[in-house]
């Protein structure tokens, strides 16, 4: 199974960045879909998550109407707008169980770096 991420890189502060995740290995239809993020020196952070075909996705408050997440059965997407400084962080795509702000069981993607400079 793999999660392979793609479309990080740099940004001004104001701009933005789509990140694309593409799962293989296994259906995904069934599993929640998302975006965590980790800045150094901080925990891994749940950004932004959704099963498919669901109209209710969950973000984090600091991320809430700046950035949309989007999926198919296999792919995740995170559209990220109106970007910030402390939005820098390494981003992990994920898939499987998550509650709680947890990724209970599942798979992560390898981490694309997002740096935003003000």
């Known amino acids: 199974v793999q999660l392979v991420e793609s479309g990080g890189g740099s940004a001004q502060a104001g701009g933005s960045l789509r990140l694309s995740c593409t799962g293989s290995g296994r259906r995904f239809g069934n599993s929640a879909m998302g975006w965590f993020r980790q800045a150094p020196g901080k925990e891994r952070e749940l950004v932004s998550s959704?099963?498919?075909?669901?109209?209710s996705p969950y973000y984090a408050d600091s991320v809430k109407g700046r950035f949309t997440t989007s999926r198919s059965n296999a792919n995740v997407y995170l559209q990220m707008n109106d970007l910030k400084p402390e939005d820098t962080a390494v981003y992990f795509c994920?898939?499987?169980?998550?509650?709680?702000?947890?990724?209970?069981?599942?798979?992560w993607g390898q981490g694309t770096q997002v740096t935003v400079s003000s």
């Open positions: 994920a898939a499987g169980t998550i509650v709680n702000g947890r990724l209970l069981s599942g798979y």
């Open positions: 959704m099963y498919w075909r669901s109209d």
